[in-house]
């Protein structure tokens, strides 16, 4: 229960998807005591902890970058799916122009298609009918959404950490600080 005391987390969360969480520190001589620690390994412990807290999230912005990336190109997928479902309800050709290769673009005439062909990456591309590619594109849209949520919820509890341990860090610090001024004015007294 001393622990409870010294040092305390939020909400009761000790890790949030294997990121675990900061304790905030209240009483830090009870901290350092109940830790085993002096006031230097404490320190180094959090500037440990610290920069594996800014490991992960460089890793998780990069995840984020990466979603935030695609999320636009499944919804042009959607955009050109639906307007080729369109153009065949409507008996018109669709008029595309794609690129063959850097700089160099083809005009295509796109008539009555009852199939798309999706890139899945790993080199693997697969055709689906207009309607179950519809399907796919949505179902993957939802989860790209769902997954940046979850990595924005994530990234949040992360800078929190840090901020728990920055401040831990500068109380660690301070109370060492405190202490060697303490000792210093009674030697001189």
Known sequence: MAAVAAASTPQGVAERRGIPAAAFVEDVEAYLRQAGL??????????????????????????????QAKIPDIEKCLDIVAALQAKKALGEALIADFELSEGIYSRAKIED???????????????????EANALLK????N????????VADLQ??????????????????WDVHQRRSKQAVKET
Not at 43 to 60: G, T, W
Not at 116 to 121: K, R
Not at 144 to 151: D, I, R
Request: contains cysteine.
């Open 38 to 67: 002096d006031v230097n390994s404490a320190l180094a412990f959090l500037q440990e902890r610290l920069q594996q807290y800014k490991i992960v999230e460089m890793k998780l912005l990069a995840q984020q970058r990466d979603l």
């Open 139 to 142: 179902k993957n849209l939802e």
């Open 157 to 174: 509890f992360l800078r929190d950490q840090q901020t728990i341990t920055q401040v831990t860090i500068a109380r660690v610090f301070n």
């Open 144 to 151: 790209a959404k769902a997954s940046l949520e979850v990595l």
């Open 113 to 131: 298609t009852n199939s798309v062909c999706l890139w899945l990456g790993a080199n693997v591309m697969l055709e689906y009918s207009c309607d």
